[in-house]
């Protein structure tokens, strides 16, 4: 157990329809990062929040959006889904932007679009 | 932001051999985090460089940092059939779009 906690850890749905994912950063992480993870591609870089306040965006469709709430939890809303869209989706957390001790992943969801 | 490149994409290596990924930036990297994730598993932080030249050791894994700090590799030393997965470095920190994005990393298979 890494102390990233991401739920559901698998969900299946349609296209059109809109997900959410949660994940819950380690104890006294103030960042969480949304990472996508396709078949055969590296970690893309989704979104940043860092104690409630999007820090920094990457690549990430206007189709999803995401938070983090006074609890630190965070939750990455993906609407309109595509079949594109499916994939493993994780969370990271670390305590402040840089972390000699590496981003916390947690265990993923992997999103299935039918 | 900057952008690290990590070669080969694939490495299929015998059992016992060993097994070497590099990370290469044409911009001065501030550190180097180097990761693995197992297949159908999560990344899991290994070390982080940080000092030129920096070399850190665990176990059979051997990480260096390069002179003027634009590349790392990762050396594996005799290759176990535990060490399948894919290897990925990241100059973490800041809130640079490319200091957050891994890339897609080094998959090894280790055949028995």
């Known amino acids: 157990d890494s102390g990233v906690t991401q739920t559901p850890k698998h969900l299946i749905t349609a296209t059109g329809q809109r997900v959410t994912l949660r994940c819950s950063p380690r104890s006294g992480d103030l960042s969480v990062y949304w990472y996508q993870q396709s078949l055969d591609q590296g970690l893309q870089f989704l979104i940043q929040y860092y104690n409630g306040e999007e820090r920094a965006k990457g690549n990430i469709l206007e189709r999803f959006s995401a938070q983090q709430f006074p609890d630190l939890h965070s939750e990455l809303n993906l609407s309109s889904l595509e079949l594109g869209d499916s994939a493993l989706y994780f969370c990271?957390?670390?305590?402040?932007?840089?972390?000699?001790?590496?981003?916390?992943f947690g265990s993923g969801t992997r999103l299935t679009v039918v | 932001g900057q952008q690290v490149m990590q070669i080969p994409q694939y490495q299929h290596v015998q059992e016992g051999e060993d097994f070497t990924t590099y990370c290469n930036s044409s911009t001065t990297l501030s550190n180097i985090q180097w990761y693995k994730q197992r297949p159908g598993g999560h990344p899991v932080f290994l070390i982080q460089l940080v000092k030129s030249g920096e070399v850190k050791k665990q176990k059979r894994l051997t990480f260096q940092f390069g002179e003027a700090k634009k590349n790392s590799s990762l050396h594996i030393t005799a290759t176990q059939t535990t060490d399948v997965g894919t290897y990925f470095c990241?100059?973490?920190?800041?809130?640079?779009?490319?200091?957050?994005?891994f890339g897609q990393g080094t998959i090894l298979t280790v055949h028995p």
């Open positions: 990241n100059n973490a920190g800041g809130t640079s779009y490319g200091k957050l994005t």
């Open positions: 990271a957390s670390s305590g402040t932007g840089a972390s000699p001790f590496g981003y916390t």
